[in-house]
């Protein structure tokens, strides 16, 4: 067996023992996003983006059920067989806080626009591994920890990059964002930034940091 197939189990084991999807809170409270906008319809490069995305050392999956723990169910290997494009795909992403988090992915392809692939931490889920407070609503906790996230998807942005590429990557908070690759080529990065940008410059990734706290009140909704 292999140190990552052992590094595997005992992280299995140890969720399992936890609860990572089962949890009360698991998924609740939506999620802090990396969001690609790849590019024209292209179930070829959908794929090949999931399967780039999913192959990240710090992540473990993948998993279709929402409601059995991750040791509990059939481990779907992507590349391996046929694999639903709509599909939700779940799993376990290791933090730099060295905690396990509930992550999942998700295509969004609006008809005749680009296809968008979502990855997401859960909040309910994150809110153990760092103080996130009510994010995304501002209840005057602290958004350092919002750094190492940042850095954590930044990363993880670039492994997709490196492999398959992208038009355009938001970081953060991005419920209702109406940002793409042409309105920012169009207009140029927003100053108020309530999330990052990541912009493709040939081979690097361009970062532009948030710079604006949570996004809601506690008046929203």
Same mark, same amino acid.
């Given at each position: 067996?292999?140190?990552?197939?052992?590094l595997?189990d005992?992280?299995?084991m140890r969720?399992a023992?936890?609860?990572?999807f089962?949890?009360?809170d698991a998924?609740r409270?939506g999620a802090?996003?990396l969001?690609?906008?790849?590019g024209?319809?292209?179930?070829?490069?959908?794929?090949s983006?999931?399967?780039?995305?999913?192959?990240f050392p710090a992540l473990?999956?993948c998993?279709?059920?929402?409601d059995?723990?991750?040791?509990a169910?059939?481990?779907? =290997?992507? $590349?391996e067989?046929?694999?639903?494009? !709509?599909?939700c795909?779940?799993?376990? %992403?290791?933090l730099?806080s060295g905690?396990?988090?509930a992550?999942s992915t998700?295509?969004?392809r609006?008809e005749?626009?680009a296809?968008?692939?979502?990855f997401?931490?859960?909040?309910?889920?994150?809110?153990?591994?760092y103080?996130?407070g009510a994010?995304?609503?501002e209840?005057?906790?602290s958004?350092?920890?919002?750094?190492?996230?940042?850095?954590?998807?930044?990363s993880?942005?670039a492994?997709?990059?490196e492999?398959?590429?992208?038009q355009?990557? =938001?970081v $953060?908070?991005t419920d209702?964002?109406? !940002?793409?690759a042409?309105?920012i080529? %169009?207009?140029?990065v927003?100053?108020?930034?309530w999330f990052?940008?990541?912009?493709?410059?040939?081979?690097?990734?361009?970062?532009?940091p948030p710079n604006?706290?949570?996004?809601?009140?506690m008046?929203?909704?």
């Amino acid at each position: 067996m292999s140190s990552r197939s052992r590094l595997y189990d005992a992280r299995m084991m140890r969720d399992a023992a936890g609860l990572l999807f089962t949890a009360s809170d698991a998924w609740r409270g939506g999620a802090y996003e990396l969001a690609l906008q790849l590019g024209p319809t292209d179930d070829a490069r959908l794929r090949s983006a999931t399967e780039a995305l999913w192959s990240f050392p710090a992540l473990e999956g993948c998993y279709l059920e929402i409601d059995v723990e991750p040791s509990a169910q059939r481990r779907i =290997l992507l $590349g391996e067989g046929p694999v639903d494009l !709509d599909e939700c795909l779940r799993g376990r %992403a290791s933090l730099p806080s060295g905690h396990g988090v509930a992550c999942s992915t998700v295509a969004v392809r609006p008809e005749g626009e680009a296809d968008w692939l979502f990855f997401g931490l859960s909040m309910g889920s994150l809110a153990k591994a760092y103080p996130v407070g009510a994010f995304p609503i501002e209840d005057g906790t602290s958004l350092a920890w919002r750094e190492a996230i940042d850095g954590w998807l930044k990363s993880l942005a670039a492994h997709v990059h490196e492999r398959v590429g992208f038009q355009l990557g =938001l970081v $953060g908070w991005t419920d209702g964002a109406q !940002d793409t690759a042409a309105s920012i080529a %169009a207009n140029g990065v927003p100053e108020d930034r309530w999330f990052g940008y990541l912009l493709p410059d040939r081979d690097r990734l361009v970062w532009h940091p948030p710079n604006q706290g949570a996004p809601m009140s506690m008046g929203q909704r």
